[in-house]
Structure formats: C-alpha cells, structure tokens
T-cell receptor
Framework: KAGVTQTPRYLIKTRGQQVTLSCSPI?????VSWYQQTPGQGLQFLFE???????NKGNFPGRFSGRQFSNSRSEMNVSTLELGDSALYLC?????????????FGPGTRLLVL | AQTVTQSQPEMSVQEAETVTLSCTYD???????LFWYKQPPSRQMILVIR??????QNATENRFSVNFQKAAKSFSLKISDSQLGDTAMYFC???????????FGTGTRLKVLA
C-alpha cells in the first residue's frame, strides 16, 4: 500500500498570503489528522477529520481551516499568513481514528513565510 | 488538561549501549494509550511502540521496551544495543478516549555515536 502523501513538499509564501496543503491518506483510512511542528513547540494538533466531518480541533486561530473529501483526502488552508506560521505541517492517517490505532504520518509540507 | 513532558531535549549514546528516554504525562482519564514515535532526520515519523494503560505488562518490540508506571504517570523508552539508525527525534504521545487527537511531548533528540 502506498503511504500517506502530502503536497507540496515545500512552499515559500509571504505574509498576508494564503496557502492550501493537501494530504492523501493510506487507502482505506478514513481518519486524517493535521499537526504543526516547530522546533520550539514540538507537534501541535490542528484538527482531525473522519468521514468529511471535523471531530476535534486544536487551539489554533480561525485562520487555520481544513476539510475532508469523500475519498478521505484532506486539505488544510491557512489564510493571512504570519511569520510564525513557518513550520513543518504533518498529516497522519488511521483507519477509524480510534484511540489505540497507530497513526501513519506523511513526509510533511515545509512552509516558510517571509 | 492533558500534558506530555519530555525533560531531555538531547541525548547521546555509544553504539551498542543502552539508553533510556524519559516521558511523564498527565491525564484524569483511566483509559488511554501511550506511544513512542521516531522521526529520523528528513524522514517520516514512524511508530516505535505503544502501551495500553489497562495493561500492566510493559510493551516490548525487539530492542525497544517501555517502563510504564501508571501511578507515577511515567512512560520511559529503553533502547538496547543502540544502532546508528536509531539516531532520530523521539516523541512520546498520549491519546485518550473521545478526543481523537494525540498530545505530543516536545521530543528528545537522540544521537547514536559510532
């Protein structure tokens, strides 16, 4: 099976712009989670989607949003980019999102905001 | 609030020796899972080992084992016979029922020295 894929792998944007990141989960996985990884904060949970519904959301401003499509692919959008949004954005998928399930991570999208 | 704390930002170990990475957590729930994930340099995050809180027996996976102390809320990872390929960032994570999200620690950067 193909692993979790994320596109694009690298992005450079300027402040005020918006960006959309894409994640394709492992085939058959219906739960997709997004994380922001920075050197100082580690991994911070953004949100989790299951069957096109957001089930949980982390403590991020409304500029961060996401969605999931019927084929379980997910997108994350950040509007009005700030310098502090520079980070590695990781997507992870699992079968149902149950607490004992292993999450499988993608390679991440590295976003640099200038 | 649920928290995960990794108090060792960086560690090093000689090849073939044993190293223990520390993790403490806090949750008021009784049913939860604990995980150790490994993120090699420029590579994807992968699961190392998991522990169900209701199981008293410590989990083991080949050279990796945990010391799970539920009352102390401690979950350390022991790597035996360290190999160069173990060089990575190690994250401890907690997942409770009904939250659909992982709480990650800030990570421990482990370097295995030849």
């Amino acid at each position: 099976k193909a692993g979790v894929t994320q596109t694009p792998r690298y992005l450079i944007k300027t402040r005020g712009q918006q960006v959309t990141l894409s994640c394709s989960p492992i085939s058959g996985h219906r739960s997709v989670s997004w994380y922001q990884q920075t050197p100082g904060q580690g991994l911070q949970f953004l949100f989790e989607y299951f069957s096109e519904t957001q089930r949980n959301k982390g403590n991020f401003p409304g500029r961060f949003s996401g969605r999931q499509f019927s084929n379980s692919r997910s997108e994350m959008n950040v509007s009005t980019l700030e310098l502090g949004d520079s980070a590695l954005y990781l997507c992870a998928s699992s079968l149902l999102g149950d607490r004992g399930e292993t999450q499988y991570f993608g390679p991440g999208t590295r976003l640099l905001v200038l | 609030a649920q928290t995960v704390t990794q108090s060792q930002p960086e560690m090093s170990v000689q090849e073939a020796e044993t190293v223990t990475l520390s993790c403490t957590y806090d949750t008021s729930e009784n049913n939860y899972y604990l995980f150790w994930y490994k993120q090699p340099p420029s590579r994807q995050m992968i699961l190392v080992i998991r522990q169900e809180a209701y199981k008293q027996q410590n989990a083991t996976e080949n050279r990796f084992s945990v010391n799970f102390q539920k009352a102390a809320k401690s979950f350390s990872l022991k790597i035996s016979d360290s190999q160069l390929g173990d060089t990575a960032m190690y994250f401890c994570a907690l997942r409770t029922s009904g939250t659909y999200k992982y709480i990650f620690g800030t990570g421990t950067r482990l370097k295995v020295l030849a």
